[in-house]
């Protein structure tokens, strides 16, 4: 095993919310960059500052006498990079601006990410035990400088790259715990801080590690999951302090000797879906509806994302040559909740006229609904076929207050797999109903936010709501 494996999820994490749709450094979404997996300088976070310092990976591992970890810690650095215009070149002075385009180029002002990484190979479990280790993790500083000439070769700006130190610890122990060792990985921002309260967040994030994440590979030894750890674990497992990180199991389903340690929500034996075609640098990867908005962006909304970032470039140029049968598979896909082989998963083409929970009930590895006869509800027992006065109380969201002392059609009757019961119904008087029932587009609530109608009462009922 090698933290190859777990590269392209890695990668996925490292470059999460790096740059958003529209993928230019104007848009207002890009204003405030660096979202995930900041580790900050001390000072700042301790001045008020709303990133911590330190990060903190705990996990669990049993482990061989001669069990050894390898860690590598992965982040990016923010490098600032300026445009200027030339405002006098014989006397070599320029001024900055936000843009500048040359010859039909452009060019923008924007902060880059640097990657980084600190590699620590085969610290010896038992030492880790013994006491703990220090390793210093320190980046480059620099300042380089390019030209910008115009197709005559006269001097039309240039762009001026930029980089701070970052001083950083990585600490590493473990203790044993009954049958396993509890390992504790600590990465803790130490650069020095000589600015006032109020300075600006950008001066902390270019001092700061970014996206920053923990790969830790065991040799001799298998970690425990603390998603779902066995039961003589739990215990164990819920001593475990994660801090702005969580450990979760990668690569092939069942295999227990690598962990990613993420600031990102992420289950066991996280996948790149195989339909998508590169990163988006958003979590939701939605790659067909972000794809073709970037398809609808003007030309010169294109040349200035292009001008952004090598990655906003690429996303792109991929955005507006992809053929249409690999564009055709982001369309959608229909995978089972479990798969045997996740490396291999059971994707078929969603169905035309079935609603999503019978597909899943049909997938191999599913757990399929559970459809009942009847219900017991306000005013009586429901079946399907029963009309109802729909009376919700539960305010889930603003779609109850529209629906509220309406009638509508008792379609089916389902319990999910917590064993909770619904009652799915089409409202009477909505004219695409008939649409929605045709495949299972159905409104669910619960068997006490429903009331059956009295054939009696029913008609002054419906009439004091129309009125």
């Not at 790659?287 to 962006?297: A, G, P």
């Not at 798969?339 to 078929?348: F, N």
């Amino acid at each position: 095993m090698t933290f190859e494996v777990a590269e392209k999820i890695a990668d996925a994490v490292l470059y999460e919310g790096y740059v958003l749709y529209p993928y230019r450094a104007s848009a207002a979404k890009n204003q405030l960059r660096w979202q995930f997996g900041i580790v900050t300088p001390r000072g700042y976070s301790e001045r008020g500052g709303s990133e911590p310092w330190m990060m903190q990976t705990e996990c669990l591992v049993e482990v061989d006498t001669d069990a050894a970890l390898d860690i590598r810690i992965r982040f990016l650095q923010a490098q600032v990079r300026s445009v200027e215009k030339v405002a006098d070149a014989e006397r070599d002075e320029y001024r900055a601006v936000a843009t500048l385009e040359v010859d039909g180029r452009s060019f923008a002002t924007w902060d880059e990410g640097i990657e980084g990484r600190l590699d620590l190979k085969g610290l010896s479990v038992a030492e880790l035990i013994e006491g703990e280790q220090r390793f210093p993790l320190e980046t480059s500083v620099g300042r380089e400088i390019e030209l910008i000439r115009d197709r005559a070769g006269a001097i039309a700006g240039r762009i001026v790259r930029e980089r701070w130190r970052i001083d950083a610890e990585v600490r590493v122990s473990a203790v044993v715990l009954g049958s396993v060792v509890r390992v504790r990985i600590q990465i803790e921002n130490r650069t020095a801080w000589p600015f006032p309260d109020d300075a600006e967040r950008d001066v902390a994030m270019r001092r700061s590690l970014l996206g920053a994440h923990t790969l830790v590979l065991v040799r001799d030894g298998a970690f425990v999951s603390l998603l779902e750890p066995p039961e003589w674990a739990k215990a164990s497992a819920a001593s475990c302090s994660n801090q702005h990180t969580w450990p979760v199991l990668v690569g092939a389903a069942g295999a227990r000797d690598l962990m990613l340690s993420s600031p990102i929500i992420l289950y066991d034996y996280p996948a790149i879906a195989p339909e998508s075609t590169g990163d988006l640098c958003d979590g939701t990867e939605i790659d067909e509806i972000l794809m073709l908005r970037v398809m609808t962006l003007t030309e010169d909304e294109k040349r200035e994302a292009c001008a952004t970032d090598d990655r906003a470039r690429q996303i792109v140029e991929r955005s507006d040559t992809i053929p249409p049968e690999i564009f055709a598979r982001l369309h959608g896909v229909m995978r089972s909740l479990e798969s045997s082989d996740p490396a291999t998963p059971d994707a078929t083409p969603a169905p035309s006229s079935m609603d999503a929970w019978d597909a899943f009930a049909t997938a191999e590895g599913s757990i399929p609904r559970e459809e009942l006869e009847s219900v017991e509800a306000l005013g009586g027992t429901v079946s399907r076929g029963s009309r109802v006065l729909l009376r919700p109380t539960r305010r889930a969201d603003a779609m109850d207050m529209f629906l509220a002392g309406r009638s509508a059609r008792v379609e089916t009757l389902v319990a999910d797999v917590d064993g909770a019961t619904y009652v799915a119904v089409t409202v009477e008087d909505d004219p695409s109903a008939e649409l929605h029932d045709s495949y299972g587009r159905f409104f669910y609530f619960y068997p006490e936010e429903v009331e059956l109608l009295d054939p009696a009462i029913e008609s002054t009922m419906v009439h004091e709501r129309r009125t």
